[in-house]
Each structure stands twice: as structure tokens, then as C-alpha cells.
């Protein structure tokens, strides 16, 4: 049976449509729809338990890791991930994806459109946006913007820095944000994708920042030849929703991944798509090259993939307490650390 | 004062030596309609009547009862013995175990679940969305296609853990209970179901491939009211042992017989009486039967003994048993309704059983008055004791042994002084063990059964075969109508949640925000990036439409957020209860959520540790000062005598919650009544004592040579009381049932100790503050 959750908001495209119309004959921007001031803040609580809570995104910058996930956690480590501390942050909402473009500076996005930064490591933060959902008050009329936009409450879902100004915030609904100074000002970029449906954006990768892959739902796939002033739809090969894409060390090789354990590979630059045998049906959430030839997926029933052929073929084991994996990265001393429902986890060398 | 009392006693023994043959067919009459009535006696044991029903948890959860569970369930782990549960064979017994269930009175129909029901069903999530169905498919046939379906619905089920074992050689058979059976008033028979379960389900399936684990509230009590009937055999040695131990002291079969079969009379009347009040004995107050005999021998002994003084000082029947009568009455009937009142002030404590309890055994003590302080003086002032008894008094009287000089030493002032010494140091020692003393139970599993009975092994299994701890506190959050999945509501239970989670000593907790969270996942592709409540409402209202029965109630007003515990463990119990009340008075606010406690086992176990910690003391003092008022009352306001009784006393009070620390007993249900009845069955010892001394201090002799005397008499009726009652309790020491081996611990303890205080300590006492005692006018007690 089908259910739509989110999906069923998306009758209201056309009262965006007319809203956008509408603003675009005010002359307003809708770059300027930042709501950060409505966000209800609620510090974090600081818990012992927060490395064990569901985490969702890891970053990793020399020695130094940051993890987030729920309930506005965000814990790091100085340590290569063997001991964390958790950093206050300002909010409850659940943070979706974390960059870390250098030792300091650290982007944090998260649902009802929250990005975040930290200039100090973690020990203060700033609400840098905001799109939450304000419930329409009784016997008020129907605001276009509170009322209509899909992406209000909706989530940011990755991010992404090329250095401490310049960066990507994307999610739900095809949002695509971008700032060149730090975060002080984001723009809607959503409108420089060929992305009328608006389908979620859940991730954005890259090997040398100036090509750029950024996957999605229904199997969107776009590229960007210069660090993400322009973007191209590329054709795809699955019509589910791609999780993850992985940029081979080799530049041209790319990987994307997603749903039912789907696996495809490109070795063009994804102008052509080849299907990997997957082991599994669960879907791959997460992954990391670890050189040219060693790869691996992670994803939901605690699944982790391994290639030794650069994507040709995986095998696949499991962890035994079937606990989904959302993100995996190698640190500092070549061990794979990785979060998800069970927390945060340094991989012992023998899981390769 | 003193002459009034006196008139008293005076009149009540005409009364009663003028009228023998009216007062003997009275109470002959009596036992015969009571001890008819006693046949009807039921075994009675609710859910409702071990809980504190006025406490504020318990409040809550009644209001709430129809739309919760009370936590009133059972557990049937089936177990397979070699292998895992995907085998054709055990899905077979596991189904007809489903089927039996069913049929079993007081089950709650439709929420059980097994592999078989149709609510335990899997989801999955695919490109078009959901898919999910029952675990064991309608097309089901046993074949191995088919039973690899199984498997694998299981698995995508999410009830590993829950129905299914960590290692999948075991799955549960979940059943809830209604405390009322469906279509009568009639409470449910837990030893009805109990044996219901061991005979269609345990005995029926059990075999060498199959193992049947069974653990729940409902099974817990069969087991124990099992247990508890064969106390009615400990009841029996008991009585054996008295009779032969009065054989032995008195030497006359006459006296032994009477004393025994009046006693006998005494919890006929008490049985008999509480059958009329509509009271039947459950596992708590199976002792008093057994405490009512053990006062009523005590106070018989007394007598027997002393009427063999008067005889052997020449009176005929009639005349010694109005002297005995005359001496001992005000004493014995001070004692009684001293023991009454302080049963009855286990009252305050309201827990039914408690006070049901202190019913029984208050009513069984004024009983006494009639059945043994009066009528065995009277059937003496008939039957007379054996010649043999009256010359076994005499020698006693001519010879003393040389034992009770030497204890008589006790009364010397440098001796007096040195036990009072020692008596102060084993308060303080005492005082200092104490300090430890916890309330509720220690330790895993039903501690009211023993370690290694067959419940305990059953829930040791199910606990380490499966992650949902069996300790289960409840928390209900009440919004108002149609407010329970509201955005801010389940945002305050989000929070409350994780909160909880922080707490030590919570596993893990469960809600709607659990249902709605993994369904907004579910419906974004299985995403974890999605698992949070969406403030949007018509998301969040989609997300609970297919909530689990027991997470909202029908007008969403009231939905629970259910916290399991590591341990049901008292200071656990309160860490965590105290957490939440420390969220629900920052957080609760009526136009969106208030976080009421509580309900689940270990809500109304913290509710009655909370009720029983609040009343011990109180019910202390009350005892304490009752007890000390009757003795006032008896000796003309003797502060120096009263100081003579009670300091034993309170000596036995603090070693007895010693003596709990060191056994690892806390205070609870079971134990705090134990506490209180050694008191009231100690004062009886040193009201003997001290006033059949203080006659003889009236008479002038001093103080050495009056304790002397006493103990000649009365102190050896002490001794013998004490010794025969103790080893007739230490008997339960060898009951199935925990609870009462640990009573049967703390009252040997008490009746010894009691006597051992009233022995040693009381005449030390009595040393030190003499010029008080022998100043006051003479003991009413005395001529």
C-alpha cells in the first residue's frame, strides 16, 4: 500500500507557484524567505548517553571528528574518535549533515531548515537560517509563505564547504542554499537545478571542489562542472531515491547508491551507469573510498559493503545488532569510524 | 484509680464464676455457629488490595483504568529445547498454546499476542512505499519455503526482543488480563488461573522438545497462594509442638489439652468472625491464624501456671481459679487490648491487605480475652489440673532451680549496670545497621517467592532471553481531547522521553512519538534523516493513524509513555520516579500536556514503597505510644514501670531492622506488619513480669528476691511461651514462599529476643529506677 507523508503536501506546488509569481511582481527575493528568527530554541541536553543516541552525519578534519544526529547533538573529538565531548548547542531539532571545512569552523543543517555554525570549535554557536513551520493562526488569513511553502518544517538534509566561506546547504523539496561569506547570507539557489518536482537533494559530493555531484529522490542526479555555479541533470539509471554518491579517487569514477541496496557505478563522469551486483535489499545510506580500490557502503540493518575492486563487486557483512549505519569515514590513522542508530562507533581493523 | 480498676475486676469475676454454665454454653454456641461460618473462608488475593489505593500514582491510574492496562498480563515463554523456533513442530505447539489462551478465564481477548495473531504484523518499505503483513502468512503451510517466510517476516517485524528471544529459541505468548473476568462481577481467581495455566498449557505442551516458561502478576499470586495454603501444615506442627512442649513443662495431659483446644477455639472465632465481615485470608494474612493461637497459648500458660501455685498453696478449684482470675485478669487484658490497638494501627496503612491484616489480628486478639483469659480459668475452676501438675509445682516451689537464682542476678545493681552498658552499645550498633534499612524489595524477580522456585527460574529466563525488561513504570500524559498527537504534546513527550532515557536505572521508553517518528521513516524511504516529529500538522497527523492499541486512548486525550527499567529495585524506583516529577513540574501545562505518574508494576510498586515509607514511622510511634498508654493505664501512671517495659522492647525494634539489613529484607508488605506485631506480642512478657514482681515488692521483700519469685512463676511461663512459639514459627523459615520464610526469620527473632529482653534487661532497668517503682502506690495488679 502506498502512504504519503510528506508527499502529500505537494498539492500546494501550485499555491507556490502563484506565491512565487506574486513576489516576483513585488520584486522580492525569495532568497530572503530566512524565518531563523521564529525557530523555537531550546538548548540541547547535555547527556552522557549522547554518543549511544542516533546519529546521522560525521565529519572529519585531520586528528579532529564532528558528529551530529538528534535532538540537536553535536560531539566531537580532537582524538581521531576515541573520546567525545558533546558541544551546547542552542537547539533540540534533529541536525541531518555536518562540514567541517577546517580545525574551526564548523556547519551544522538540520530540519525546519536550521544551519548552524560555530567559529570556535564547537563552544559557541550561531543560528545562521531558519525555515520552521509556523502553524497558520486561527481566523488569520492564509499566508502564502507560512501556509504554502512545502520546504517550511521541512529539513536540510546535507552540506557542504569548500573552504570557511563558501558553501551548499541542501534538502527536502529540491532547497539548495549556497553563501560565499561564511553563512551570514544564504541564497536560494534551488531555481539553477533543472528540478521542477522538487524532489529532496539528500547529498552533494566531491573530490576536488570544483566538480560536484549532488543525488537525490526518484533517482535525481546533477553535476557541476564549476564548483556549483551551474548544475546539469544527468540521466538516470533507477527511478528510486539515491542516498549517497561517492567520487572515485580517479576523478571520473563515480559511484551513487540508495534505496533496496541499488548500487550504480560510472566511470564517464555518470554520463553512463552501470548497475552493481548489490548483497543486499537494505537500503545504503552512507560510504567512503578508502583508496582506488577499497570502497565501502553502510546503510539500514547495520549492512556493510566492501569492495575491493574500486565498486565492481561487494561483499557484504552485518552487524549483529542490525542497527542501521547512516555515515562512515576513514580518520586520521586509517580507522573507519561510523554513526547511526547505535551511536557513534570506532571499527575495530579487523571489520575490513 | 487503682480501687476502681480494682472493682472491676472484682465484678467480671463474679460475673463470669457465678454464671460457669451460662458463660460455657455461650461460648460454646458461638464456636459452633463461628466455626461454621470458618468453613467458608475463601483464599482472596487482588491486584487491587496489595496496592495503596489512595495513593496519588494509584489514583491517577484508576482514573485512567479502562483505557490502560494495568500492567496485568502474563508471559508465556515457549521455549524450543534443541534448535531455533523456524521448525514446522514447535510453530504447531505454539499456535495451539495461542488457541488455549484464549479460552482461559479473565484474558483480555483482543490484545493478545503470539507469531499467530494477526496484530503482529512486519512493514517493510520499497520504491511504492509500504508493504507489510502478518508474520506467519495466511498461506502458511510448515513447509521450509514457507517457514523461511516466517524467519524472515520476523526479522523485519521488529519483535526480536519482544515476542521472539535474542537467539530465536524462544517466542511469548503475550496475555493480557482483565482483574474481573468478562461477564460477571466476580474478581478473577488468580489460583484458578494459575493452575488453569500449569494444567492446559504448562502440562499439556511441555515435553522433552518443548520448555513452557511463565512469568506475570497473575501467575505470581497462584503461585504464592499455593504456597501460603501449605503454611495450614506449618499451622499444624505448630500446634503438635506446643502440645508436646506442654506435656513436658505442665505435666498433665488435662491442662495441655484445654490450653490447646481453647486455643484452637480462639482462630476458629477469629476465622469465623472475618468470614461474617466478608474478609478472606490472602498470603499476607495467613499468619495471623498462627499469631492468634501463639497469643492465646502465651496467655493460657500464664494462667495454668499459676493456678498451680494456688493449688498447691491448699485452695480448692473454684476458689484458685477466682485467684487466678483475680491476679492475672487485668494484667492479661491489658496486654490483649494493648496487642489489639497496636494491631489495629497497622490500619493507617492503606493497603488493603495491611489493614485487612490488622483487622484479623486485632479482632483475633480481643477474641482471646473471651476464649482463654476467661474461659480456660474457668474450665480449671471445673476440671481442676492433675495431682502429678500440682506436685510438679510444688517441688519446683520447695526446690528452685538454680537457674532462675542465677538470672535473678540481673536484678543486682552492679550487674544492673553492667547490662544496661551492654544494652546501650547493641542499640547503637543496632541504630547504626538500621540506617541501612531500604524499603521495597531488593532483589530480581518476584522476591515474595524463593530464588529458585519455578517463577523466579521462568522470569530469570524471559530476562535474559529477551531485551523488554519485565519492570515496566508507566507514565500518562493527559492533554486535552484530541490533543494527544498534537505537535506540541508529542514534542513535550519527545523530550520527556530522551529525559527519561538519562535517568540510570531506565532501559529504554516507548510511546506514540515512537510510532510516529519510525512512521515519518518509514514513509521517507526508511531515511533515518527524517526520524523526527514534523512540526507540520497534517504530516503528523498521518503519521498516527495506525497507532498500536494502549498508546492513545479513543477521544486522544490520554496517551502513556511507557519506561523500562533495569530494576524494580526501591532507590531506583524513586530516582526515576522523582525524574519524572521533577520534569512534570517544569514542563506540564494543561492546555497541552501534564505527565501524571503512574501506572505499569513498578508504578504501583514505587506507589506502595512510597505509601509503606511514609507510614513506617508513623505507625511505629503510634504502636509504641498505644502500647506505653495501656501500660501507664495498667501500672497507675509508673513512668519507672512503664520505663521497665518498653526499653526491651524498643532494644527488640531497632535489632529486628538490624537483623532485616543483614537478612537483605526491606521494609514492605510483607514485613512492616512483622515489626509492629513483635511489639505487641513482647509487651505481653514484660506486663507479666513486671506486675507479678511488683506484688511481691508490695509485699516488701527486695528487689533481688521479688525478680526471684517472678521468675519462679512467671518467668518460666515467659520462657516456655517464647520457646515453643519460636520454634513453632521458625517453621515457616522452611515455606516455599519467601515472604513468609523472611517473617518466620523476624518473628523467631522477636519472640526470643522479646523474651530475652524481658528477662535480662527488664529487672536491670527495674534496679536502676527501684525507689521509683516501690514509692508509687501498689500496682493495681497486686491485692
Not at chain 2, 519483535?159 to 535474542?166: F, I, T
Not at chain 2, 480481643?366 to 510444688?394: M, P, Q, W
Not at chain 2, 513535550?492 to 529525559?499: E, I, S, T, V
Not at chain 2, 516529577?581 to 501545562?589: R, S, T
Amino acid at each position: 500500500m502506498k502512504m504519503s507523508g510528506w508527499k502529500g503536501l505537494k498539492y500546494s506546488r501550485c499555491a507556490l507557484f502563484l506565491a512565487v509569481l506574486s513576489t516576483f511582481f513585488l520584486n522580492i527575493s525569495v532568497a530572503e524567505t530566512n524565518h531563523k528568527d521564529e525557530l523555537v530554541l531550546r538548548p540541547a541536553m547535555i547527556s552522557s548517553k549522547v554518543t549511544q543516541s542516533l546519529l546521522l552525519d560525521l565529519a572529519v578534519q585531520g586528528e579532529s571528528l564532528a558528529a551530529v544526529g538528534e535532538r540537536g547533538h553535536v560531539i566531537l573529538s580532537k582524538d581521531n574518535g576515541r573520546s567525545w565531548m558533546q558541544s551546547p548547542t542552542p537547539v533540540t531539532i534533529m541536525l541531518t549533515g555536518v562540514a567541517m571545512p577546517d580545525q574551526n569552523n564548523l556547519f551544522v543543517v538540520g530540519h525546519e531548515g536550521l544551519i548552524m555554525h560555530s567559529g570556535d570549535a564547537g563552544k559557541t554557536w550561531e543560528v545562521q537560517y531558519g525555515n520552521p513551520y509556523v502553524p497558520a493562526k486561527e481566523g488569520a488569513e492564509d499566508d502564502a509563505f507560512g501556509g504554502g511553502d512545502p520546504r517550511a518544517g521541512a529539513p536540510l538534509l546535507d552540506v557542504w564547504f569548500k573552504d570557511a566561506n563558501h558553501g551548499f546547504a541542501l534538502g527536502a523539496y529540491g532547497a539548495l542554499l549556497h553563501t560565499q561569506d561564511g553563512g551570514k547570507s544564504w541564497e536560494d539557489w534551488s531555481d539553477r537545478m533543472d528540478n521542477e518536482d522538487q524532489w529532496h537533494l539528500n547529498a552533494l559530493a566531491t573530490e576536488d571542489k570544483e566538480l560536484l555531484y549532488i543525488v537525490g529522490e526518484k533517482g535525481m542526479i546533477f553535476r557541476s562542472l564549476d564548483g556549483g555555479e551551474s548544475w546539469q541533470t544527468l540521466e538516470s539509471p533507477y527511478d528510486g531515491s539515491l542516498f549517497g554518491v561517492l567520487v572515485g579517487p580517479g576523478r571520473d569514477e563515480v559511484m551513487v547508491f540508495g534505496l533496496q541496496g541499488k548500487i550504480y557505478r560510472s566511470t564517464n563522469r555518470g554520463d553512463s551507469w552501470v548497475q552493481v551486483n548489490s548483497p543486499t535489499d537494505n537500503s545504503l545510506m552512507g560510504g567512503t573510498f578508502l583508496d582506488g580500490r577499497n570502497v565501502v557502503l553502510v546503510g539500514n540493518n547495520g549492512v556493510i559493503l566492501y569492495s575491493r575492486d574500486g565498486g565492481n563487486s561487494f561483499d557484504m557483512q552485518q552487524m549483529k545488532d542490525r542497527l542501521s549505519i547512516t555515515a562512515i569515514q576513514r580518520n586520521a590513522e586509517g580507522r573507519l569510524v561510523m554513526v547511526g542508530q547505535a551511536g557513534v562507533r570506532l571499527a575495530s581493523p579487523a571489520m575490513k | 484509680m487503682s480501687k476502681k480498676k480494682h472493682g472491676f475486676v472484682r465484678r467480671s469475676e463474679d460475673v463470669f464464676f457465678n454464671h460457669r454454665p451460662i458463660y460455657i454454653a455461650l461460648i460454646f454456641l458461638c464456636t459452633l455457629f463461628l466455626g461454621w461460618k470458618a468453613l467458608f473462608v475463601t483464599l482472596d488475593s487482588s491486584l487491587e488490595k496489595m496496592v495503596p489505593m489512595a495513593h496519588p500514582y494509584i489514583e491517577n491510574l484508576f482514573e485512567h483504568k479502562d483505557e490502560l492496562s494495568l500492567g496485568n498480563d502474563l508471559r508465556i515463554a515457549v521455549e524450543r529445547v534443541d534448535g531455533d523456533i523456524f521448525n514446522a513442530d514447535y510453530l504447531e505447539v505454539l499456535k495451539k498454546i495461542t488457541d488455549e489462551v484464549f479460552y482461559l478465564d479473565g484474558v483480555n481477548k483482543s490484545g493478545v499476542q503470539s507469531l499467530w495473531t494477526s496484530n503482529v504484523r512486519w512493514v517493510e518499505v520499497t520504491e511504492d512505499g509500504f508493504i507489510g503483513g502478518e508474520v506467519i502468512p495466511p498461506d502458511y503451510d510448515g513447509s521450509a519455503e514457507s517457514l523461511r517466510q516466517v524467519q524472515a517476516n520476523v526479522l523485519r517485524s521488529g519483535q526480536v526482543g519482544r515476542l521472539v528471544a535474542d537467539n530465536f529459541k524462544s517466542s511469548i505468548v503475550y496475555v493480557p488480563l482483565l482483574d474481573q473476568a468478562e461477564d460477571s462481577p466476580e474478581k478473577l481467581d488468580y489460583q484458578a488461573l494459575s493452575h488453569a495455566l500449569e494444567q492446559k498449557i504448562r502440562r499439556q505442551f511441555e515435553g522433552p522438545e518443548i520448555r513452557v516458561h511463565i512469568v506475570g502478576f497473575g501467575k505470581k499470586i497462584g503461585d504464592m497462594i499455593d504456597g501460603a495454603a501449605e503454611v495450614g501444615g506449618f499451622f499444624l506442627i505448630g500446634v503438635v509442638l506446643t502440645f508436646i512442649f506442654l506435656l513436658l513443662d505442665v505435666r498433665c495431659l488435662r491442662s495441655a489439652i484445654i490450653i490447646v483446644g481453647t486455643s484452637i477455639v480462639a482462630v476458629v472465632w477469629q476465622m469465623g468472625i472475618l468470614t461474617l465481615l466478608g474478609y478472606g485470608i490472602d498470603p499476607y494474612s495467613m499468619l495471623v491464624p498462627f499469631l492468634i493461637f501463639a497469643i492465646a497459648v502465651s496467655h493460657s500458660v500464664q494462667i495454668v501456671h499459676s493456678f498451680a501455685d494456688e493449688k498447691v498453696d491448699g485452695y480448692d478449684n473454684f476458689m484458685a481459679g477466682r485467684l487466678v482470675f483475680r491476679s492475672l485478669f487485668a494484667p492479661g487484658a491489658a496486654a490483649l487490648v494493648g496487642d489489639a490497638i497496636g494491631f489495629f494501627t497497622l490500619y493507617i496503612i492503606d493497603i488493603r491487605v495491611i489493614q485487612e491484616l490488622a483487622v484479623a489480628a486485632g479482632i483475633g486478639t480481643l477474641i482471646v480475652t473471651f476464649t482463654n483469659l476467661v474461659l480456660v480459668k474457668v474450665i480449671f475452676s471445673y476440671v481442676g489440673i492433675s495431682d502429678k501438675a500440682i506436685e510438679h509445682a510444688r517441688e519446683r516451689r520447695r526446690k528452685p532451680s538454680i537457674v532462675w537464682r542465677r538470672i535473678a542476678h540481673f536484678a543486682r545493681p552492679e550487674i544492673a549496670w553492667l547490662s544496661i552498658g551492654i544494652a546501650a552499645v547493641m542499640l547503637v550498633a543496632g541504630l547504626y545497621e538500621a540506617r541501612e534499612l531500604k524499603t521495597g524489595d531488593l532483589d530480581a524477580g518476584a522476591p515474595e517467592l524463593r530464588p529458585d522456585s519455578r517463577y523466579n527460574l521462568d522470569d530469570a529466563f524471559i530476562t535474559e532471553n529477551y531485551s523488554v525488561s519485565a519492570d515496566v513504570l508507566v507514565v500518562m500524559v493527559e492533554t486535552p481531547e484530541q490533543g494527544c498527537t498534537r505537535y506540541p504534546a508529542m514534542e513535550a513527550m519527545d523530550r520527556f522521553m530522551w529525559f527519561m532515557e538519562n535517568v540510570e536505572g531506565v532501559q529504554s521508553t516507548v510511546s506514540i512519538v515512537t510510532v510516529a517518528k519510525r512512521y515519518i521513516t518509514g514513509t521517507n524511504e526508511g531515511n533515518l534523516k527524517w526520524q523526527e516529529l514534523p512540526a507540520v500538522e497534517e504530516v503528523l497527523n498521518s503519521s498516527v493513524q495506525t497507532v498500536p492499541e494502549g498508546l492513545i486512548n479513543t477521544d486522544c486525550s490520554l496517551a502513556p509513555v511507557i519506561i523500562f527499567l533495569s530494576d524494580h529495585k526501591a532507590e531506583t524506583l524513586k530516582r526515576v520516579t522523582s525524574a519524572v516529577e521533577g520534569f512534570a513540574h517544569q514542563n506540564n501545562d494543561k492546555a497541552i500536556a501534564s505527565f501524571v505518574l503512574a501506572s505499569g508494576n513498578a508504578g504501583v510498586e514505587a506507589a506502595t514503597n512510597d505509601t509503606i515509607s511514609a507510614a513506617a514511622n508513623t505507625m511505629m510511634w503510634f504502636v509504641y505510644a498505644i502500647v506505653i498508654l495501656v501500660c501507664l493505664m495498667t501500672f497507675d501512671w509508673s513512668v519507672a514501670g512503664v520505663t521497665c517495659i518498653i526499653t526491651p522492647l524498643v532494644l527488640t525494634s531497632i535489632l529486628c531492622e538490624a537483623l532485616m539489613v543483614h537478612f537483605g529484607m526491606g521494609v514492605k508488605v510483607a514485613t512492616l506488619p512483622v515489626i509492629a506485631l513483635g511489639v505487641g506480642i513482647g509487651v505481653d512478657y514484660g506486663i507479666y513480669i513486671f506486675s507479678k514482681m511488683c506484688e511481691y515488692l508490695d509485699e516488701g521483700i527486695e528487689l533481688e528476691e521479688a525478680y526471684f519469685r517472678t521468675l519462679c512463676l512467671t518467668g518460666k511461663a515467659v520462657a516456655f511461651t517464647a520457646f515453643s512459639l519460636s520454634v513453632g514459627v521458625g517453621t515457616w523459615i522452611f515455606s516455599d514462599i519467601k515472604f513468609q520464610a523472611d517473617m518466620g526469620k523476624l518473628l523467631t527473632f522477636m519472640f526470643a529476643w522479646n523474651m530475652v529482653g524481658a528477662l535480662w534487661l527488664l529487672p536491670a532497668i527495674a534496679n536502676v529506677l527501684l525507689k521509683f517503682i516501690v514509692d508509687k502506690p501498689s500496682s493495681s495488679a497486686s491485692s
